[in-house]
């Protein structure tokens, strides 16, 4: 009973946390949804949308929600490792005496903005991607810990070129999700020229603070998930690779390779936080279904013809939703 009631209480200060974001965020929900799954599924979230859509916003909104330190790096071609990891400085004391004494740099924090990521070089990328994946980082032969939780929010703007490096796709594979911000329609930018164009909106107030967070994001690993819901995710997952039996006619004719084993691993835990967010205590097929298109769409690469083609990875997993049984 214990059990349960903690996690209703987890449930409702993550509604809040919802509710608060809204009042500042205009539409987006399925975008808000995705941003507090990736939290409570303690993975990093790679925002893709053109300029303007409040891609920035959206992530400071978040953090505001939160007791954690925040910090926003803008990701420049000139923009160094040490820019981001910190470094050692020299210093002097009373006595006259010099040492090093390093000083942290912005990725020592709670949740962290990386704007426009794509914009920086492989080498500055690099020292961000064992921040994501090892949450620690070295300099100067000395690792430190990072502080949980930690949180990489990148965003990217998916058409211009120019003055941008393709992030790797090691790093891309260790994005938790991949969202699509996608442009307001009629009635919401109404709603956004009403809320910004007048008097000063109040800002988002604290719900949750980061010891609440952290039980949250052990409380969802232990939500049940049915083997054969377990079975499906594989199944699913392995119909991303051409040449498989279970692979489609799209996948066979427009993907090169398909999701890792790591994109398996959070189509299971975005399934889990959802329906434990939903207000379930056990996956449904359901949940999985909900969550493949951000868990699995910057994990599939597409071969030539279907990058000349243009074809939309999206459909290709819905196709395979559709066409992979619940079942063996």
Known sequence: MQTEEKMEQCREL???????????????????????????ANGHVLLEGVPGLGKSLLVQTLAALFD??????????????ADITGTNIVMESQEGHRYFEFQPGPLFSNIVLADEIN???????????EAMQERSISTA????????????????NPIEMEGTYPLPEAQVDRFFFKTKVDYPNGS????????????????????????????????????????????????????THPERPDAGELVNQYVRYGASPRGAQALVLAAKAWAFFSGRFSVSFDDVRQMALPALRHRMLLNLEGEATEQD???I?????????ETD
């Open 188 to 239: 919401e930018l109404t709603e956004i020229l009403r809320r910004t164009t007048g008097e000063a909106q109040p800002r988002p107030q604290a719900v949750m603070k980061q010891s609440q967070l952290l039980e949250a994001q052990e409380t969802i690993r232990s939500v049940p998930i049915a083997s054969e819901i377990m079975d499906y995710c594989s199944r699913l997952v392995l119909a």
């Open 317 to 325: 997993l819905q196709r395979l939703m559709e066409t992979t049984p």
């Open 141 to 156: 032969g000395i690792t430190r810990r990072l502080e949980p939780p930690f949180f990489v929010m990148a965003t990217q």
């Open 119 to 129: 914009r920086a070089t492989a080498k500055t990328q690099s020292a961000l991607l």
């Open 68 to 81: 954690g330190k925040y910090t926003r790096i803008q990701f420049t071609p000139d923009l160094m490792p």
């Open 14 to 40: 993550l509604q809040a946390a919802k509710k608060e974001m809204q009042e500042t965020i205009v539409g987006m929900e399925p975008v808000i949804d995705q941003m507090i799954i990736a939290l409570l």
């Open 313 to 315: 990875v999206d459909v």
